[in-house]
T-cell receptor
Framework: EAGVAQSPRYKIIEKRQSVAFWCNPISGHATLYWYQQILGQGPKLLIQFQNNGVVDDSQLPKDRFSAERLKGVDSTLKIQPAKLEDSAVYLC????????????FGPGTRLTVT | QQQVKQSPQSLIVQKGGISIINCAYENTAFDYFPWYQQFPGKGPALLIAIRPDVSEKKEGRFTISFNKSAKQFSLHIMDSQPGDSATYFCAASKETSGSRLTFGEGTQLTVNP
């Protein structure tokens, strides 16, 4: 069974530029999560999808962050414009269904904003 | 608001020793407590998890001890090996929130040969 795929693995941009990250969850997993992991901290949930609907985006900075999961499979997370404090690893995770506790994480995208 | 507090921040153990990492939570609605292991450049991987209806769960060299009244739980790694060197995160979740995970700050474990 293939794991959660993410790309790119690394990205360096200047502040005020835009960036997008892509995630492909485990096949058949209905629930998809995006987490932000700042260096030295635990991951923090940004947004949670169930199929193509948003379940929880309460911690997503909506003035600059957006995410979509149009066909209920792949997802993209966008930052526009980026700030220095957005430097972090962006992790995508998936689980079989809403309420399924086991989440499987991808390798993450390391973003550096200069 | 930090709902899960983890300690210590870093831990150095000799090979064969016992590694102990502690976590405390605030929200009594949490009903699932996993531990994740993360190696550099990798995403977190589920190691072991427990629900509040049991006080201990053991899987191989890894044991979770859970104290519901104290709102604390801990990870014990027996016979620690250099390959266990990684960052460990405790987390908590509740079904009513769609099982979103609230993570602790992490513990960087180093096992010396």
């Amino acid at each position: 069974e293939a794991g959660v795929a993410q790309s790119p693995r690394y990205k360096i941009i200047e502040k005020r530029q835009s960036v997008a990250f892509w995630c492909n969850p485990i096949s058949g997993h209905a629930t998809l999560y995006w987490y932000q992991q700042i260096l030295g901290q635990g991951p923090k949930l940004l947004i949670q999808f169930q199929n193509n609907g948003v379940v929880d985006d309460s911690q997503l900075p909506k003035d600059r962050f957006s995410a979509e999961r149009l066909k209920g499979v792949d997802s993209t997370l966008k930052i526009q414009p980026a700030k220095l404090e957005d430097s972090a690893v962006y992790l995508c995770a998936s689980s079989q269904r809403l309420g399924s506790y086991e989440q499987y994480f991808g390798p993450g995208t390391r973003l550096t904003v200069t | 608001q930090q709902q899960v507090k983890q300690s210590p921040q870093s831990l150095i153990v000799q090979k064969g020793g016992i590694s102990i990492i502690n976590c405390a939570y605030e929200n009594t609605a949490f009903d699932y407590f996993p531990w994740y292991q993360q190696f550099p450049g990798k995403g977190p991987a589920l190691l072991i998890a427990i629900r509040p209806d049991v006080s201990e769960k053991k899987e191989g060299r890894f044991t979770i001890s859970f104290n519901k009244s104290a709102k604390q739980f801990s990870l014990h790694i027996m016979d620690s090996q250099p390959g266990d060197s990684a960052t460990y995160f405790c987390a908590a979740s509740k079904e009513t929130s769609g099982s979103r995970l609230t993570f602790g700050e992490g513990t960087q474990l180093t096992v010396n040969p």
